[in-house]
Structure formats: C-alpha cells, structure tokens
T-cell receptor, first 115, second 111 residues
Framework: GAVVSQHPSRVICKSGTSVKIECRSL??????MFWYRQFPKQSLMLMAT?????????EQGVEKDKFLINHASLTLSTLTVTSAHPEDSSFYICSARIGSGEEQYFGPGTRLTVT | QKEVEQDPGPLSVPEGAIVSLNCTYSNSAFQYFMWYRQYSRKGPELLMYTYSSGNKEDGRFTAQVDKSSKYISLFIRDSQPSDSATYLC???????????FGSGTRLQVQP
C-alpha cells in the first residue's frame, strides 16, 4: 500500500515554456501533498505544501507565480513550472501523507531539463 | 546550527557487515522519526517509522531512538550490495507542517 506515482518521469523542454508534473496517490486518499526539489548529492528541499481544495503554502524563497500548485482532488496534485529557465532544471519529487499520519510516502520523482 | 545533523559519508562496508547510520537533533519537540532509503535518481522509500524511545525491528533493519540524547540510529544487519543507497533520517512533531530531513548518508556495500 501507500503508493505514489508521478508523471512524467523525465521531461525536456525549451526555455520559456511551461511544464506540468502530476502526482497521484494510487491506493489512498492524500489530504496533504508536498513538493520537493533535489539537486545532485543534496537532500530534499521542500518547496510547498498543498491541501486538497485550498491554496498551497509555499516555503520562503519559492516563487508561487512560477511554481503553480493545484490539489484538485484527494488523489491528485500538480506542479506547473511556468516560463521555465535552465536554472529550473532539477529533480522534482512529490510526497503524500495519509490522514493525520506524520510519515510521508514519496513518488519516484521527475527529472526536468530545460534547454 | 542545523536542527538535524547527519554524517554525509560516503560509508563503505564489505558485504555482510553491520551498518550503523546515525542522526542527532537539537529540537526536543521532535516526536516522530523516520528513515528513508533513496536510490540514485529515485524518490525516497520509507524504511522505518517510530515515535517512541527504544528499538523497532523490521527484518534486517533496526531503528533506535534515544530521546534523552536526541540521537537516532538505523542498523542494517547482513548488508547487501543492494543496500547501497543514500539513507535519510527525517523527523517531525504534532502540528509541524513538514518533515525535517538530515542531509543523507551515502552507503556503499562492496561485494
């Protein structure tokens, strides 16, 4: 149980375009989902927390107009990187929490490359 | 000072060895403790979750929490090359919105 999927697993886009990444909880309902960014050989950096039906809470320094997060249902959250630039190239990972539990279950990640 | 400190490694051990991975923390409010395993270019996988001092065992893995010393450990018995990965400790407390992660320890198990 507690499986989280992400799509796509890898995406290459041109500078200036937008990219949408989907995060789905496959066998449970996730009231809270999280979006992380990870650079090579570094730990996870939390970008934002999203709760179903409400606006996402962004961490300090994360541009909410650039990284649009939508949590439209209890099983789906999306991250849209708008007007992508090469410095946005990174590994993006989502996670989900079951109910009020503290542990998080992570998706497999999406590698974004902006050329 | 970081809230959670974790030795980055890399830690290299021969196959079959007992591995000890550790994290220390400074915030005494932390109540919930997790260990994740992350293979290269993959999302972290939850290995162990515990919320009380003492030991919790699951197969070859044992998680140990010492709240009085603010110290947690993950022991891997009979380590295998497939255990080669980065191990992340994470912790939280009731009402805290997100997990606080250690920096991760890279483990290499040599065949």
């Amino acid at each position: 149980g507690a499986v989280v999927s992400q799509h796509p697993s890898r995406v290459i886009c041109k500078s200036g375009t937008s990219v949408k990444i989907e995060c789905r909880s496959l066998d449970f309902q996730a009231t809270t989902m999280f979006w992380y960014r990870q650079f090579p050989k570094q730990s996870l950096m939390l970008m934002a927390t999203s709760n179903e039906g409400s606006k996402a809470t962004y961490e300090q320094g994360v541009e909410k107009d650039k990284f649009l997060i939508n949590h439209a249902s209890l099983t789906l959250s999306t991250l849209t990187v708008t007007s992508a630039h090469p410095e946005d190239s990174s590994f993006y990972i989502c996670s989900a929490r079951i109910g009020s539990g503290e542990e998080q279950y992570f998706g497999p990640g999406t590698r974004l490359t902006v050329t | 000072q970081k809230e959670v400190e974790q030795d980055p490694g890399p830690l290299s051990v021969p196959e079959g060895a007992i591995v000890s991975l550790n994290c220390t923390y400074s915030n005494s409010a932390f109540q919930y403790f997790m260990w994740y395993r992350q293979y290269s270019r993959k999302g972290p996988e939850l290995l162990m979750y515990t919320y009380s001092s003492g030991n919790k065992e699951d197969g070859r893995f044992t998680a140990q929490v010492d709240k009085s010393s603010k110290y947690i450990s993950l022991f891997i018995r009979d380590s295998q090359p497939s255990d080669s990965a980065t191990y992340l400790c994470a912790m939280s407390y009731t009402g805290r919105r997100a997990l606080t992660f250690g920096s991760g320890t890279r483990l290499q198990v040599q065949p």
